[in-house]
């Protein structure tokens, strides 16, 4: 990876606007590299354009990291703002850092340690069409079934797309994760289809390119009182 990265910016580094490469090893065992692109209103870091070219070739899990910087200055250690993304989006990631006149690799919390983390900080929100909000205000509604829509167990806002919108508090109190042709009848009527041979046409109004056998999680919510 460090040759990946050092190879790219001897090639492709203009000592100006393109100093350092990077290179992102992805769950599958691919190399991505990317170079930075410097401007004086803060463009992108060579760590962000390689995350985002490993992103568009398919990868969803970096496993690992590493930049370089040109003129033989060698392996770089990532710059706070770097650091900061890969502890919100990529809390597992490792990264190759110098320590003198050899490298290594650590976690990138070892880098950024007792760090604010920002997704901790928002409250998730669960979308709805317009149409599903008296059922989720009389309580007859508690279950909805989402693909590649991330949630977790606790604070949510229920969000109704009306012209303006229209947001309830509550609580997501439970996920499960299961292929959608093994979805029951009795989960189907829990999210108000007639039975599980309904669920995915009806989930294709809202994921076109759904499959039978793709995994769906079935959300279940609760709506504060008050």
């Not at 691919?30 to 803060?42: A, E, K, M, Q, S």
């Not at 760090?115 to 008296?134: E, I, K």
């Not at 969000?159 to 609580?171: A, K, M, Q, W």
């Not at 009806?202 to 793709?214: A, F, H, I, T, W």
Request: with cysteine; charged share 25%.
């Amino acid at each position: 990876m460090i040759e990946a990265a050092r190879s790219l910016v001897g090639r492709h580094g203009d000592g100006n606007i393109h100093t350092v490469a990077a290179a992102v090893l992805d769950e599958h065992g691919r190399t991505h590299v990317g170079l930075n692109l410097y401007h004086f209103t803060g463009g992108p870091c060579a760590e962000l354009v390689a995350l985002a070219a490993a992103r568009a070739a398919g990868a969803r899990a970096p496993r690992l990291l590493v930049a370089v910087g040109d003129a033989g200055r060698g392996v770089l250690a990532p710059c706070g703002r770097d650091r900061q993304v890969l502890a919100d989006y990529f809390p597992d990631i490792q990264v190759i850092v110098p320590t003198g006149a050899d490298v290594r690799v650590v976690p990138i919390g070892d880098l950024l340690p007792h760090t604010y983390r920002w997704p901790a900080q928002q409250v998730q929100r669960l979308r709805f069409r317009a149409g599903h909000l008296p059922a989720v205000r009389d309580g007859s509604k508690r279950v909805t079934m989402r693909y590649a829509d991330p949630v977790q167990v606790g604070p949510a806002l229920l969000v109704f797309e009306f012209d303006e919108e229209i947001s309830l508090p509550g609580r997501i109190t439970s996920t499960m994760a299961k292929r959608l042709d093994r979805v029951t009848d009795d989960e189907a009527r829990e999210d108000g289809f007639a039975g599980a041979a309904d669920v995915l046409p009806g989930l294709r109004d809202y994921y076109p390119g759904l499959q039978p056998g793709d995994e769906i999680v079935i959300v279940r919510f609760d709506v504060d009182d008050g």
